[in-house]
T-cell receptor, first 112, second 114 residues
Framework: GEDVEQSLFLSVREGDSSVINCTYT??????LYWYKQEPGAGLQLLTY?????DMKQDQRLTVLLNKKDKHLSLRIADTQTGDSAIYFC????????????FGPGTRLSVLP | EPEVTQTPSHQVTQMGQEVILRCVPI?????FYWYRQILGQKVEFLVS????????KSEIFDDQFSVERPDGSNFTLKIRSTKLEDSAMYFC????????????FGPGTRLTVL
């Protein structure tokens, strides 16, 4: 079945860039997403990318998609302590009403 | 900004009891979902619901689980006879008819089965 993998931990210094990586197995993925989960909270959509795009930028966030390698990354510029959270990569293979497959999440720790 | 809400935020129950987790999706959304996240593990899909019926369900969603949209606003997940391993965070999500399948997630209900 479909699988999404991420490294589990990442530590960066405040002000540096963070790069969170994700790999997926389903080549028919249509949309790929990054969600943020702060302690005790729900999942907050950060950004998404459609599979025919290579890159998407949204303020401090840059998403890169390498469809050939099935690799997705999220770059956070000028990382702040408020960015400390778990970041989930997710993919779906359909436009409507289909389930997401989530990665295990990357815990980002931002050190002062 | 519209949001998905869930109640209760925390539910504690005895093994074997029935629980109903409630969700109020965003009002003009058409697709509804339940996911669960066992502590420290991945977020797992349980079920999706559209047009008053289940459109997809995972292996986790066995006969102990059921979903319902009893009125125009609520979406519920019922676990008929809870087991210890049902302890998890349960997230409701909804999506509309936009050009992409953005699912908006609720804050979750933490279910603890004793």
């Amino acid at each position: 079945g479909e699988d999404v993998e991420q490294s589990l931990f990442l530590s960066v210094r405040e002000g540096d860039s963070s790069v969170i990586n994700c790999t997926y197995t389903d080549s028919s993925s249509t949309y790929l997403y990054w969600y943020k989960q702060e302690p005790g909270a729900g999942l907050q959509l950060l950004t998404y990318i459609f599979s025919n795009m290579d890159m998407k930028q949204d303020q401090r966030l840059t998403v890169l998609l390498n469809k050939k390698d099935k690799h997705l990354s999220l770059r956070i510029a000028d990382t702040q302590t408020g960015d400390s959270a778990i970041y989930f990569c997710a993919e779906t293979t359909d436009n409507y009403g289909q389930n997401f497959v989530f990665g295990p999440g990357t815990r980002l720790s931002v050190l002062p | 900004e519209p949001e998905v809400t869930q109640t209760p935020s925390h539910q504690v129950t005895q093994m074997g009891q029935e629980v109903i987790l409630r969700c109020v999706p965003i009002s003009n959304h058409l697709y509804f979902y339940w996911y669960r996240q066992i502590l420290g593990q991945k977020v797992e899909f349980l079920v999706s619901f559209y047009n008053n019926e289940i459109s997809e369900k995972s292996e986790i969603f066995d006969d102990q689980f059921s979903v319902e949209r009893p009125d125009g606003s609520n979406f519920t997940l019922k676990i008929r006879s809870t087991k210890l391993e049902d302890s998890a965070m349960y997230f409701c999500a909804s999506s509309g008819a936009g050009g992409y399948n953005e699912q908006f997630f609720g804050p979750g209900t933490r279910l603890t089965v004793l």
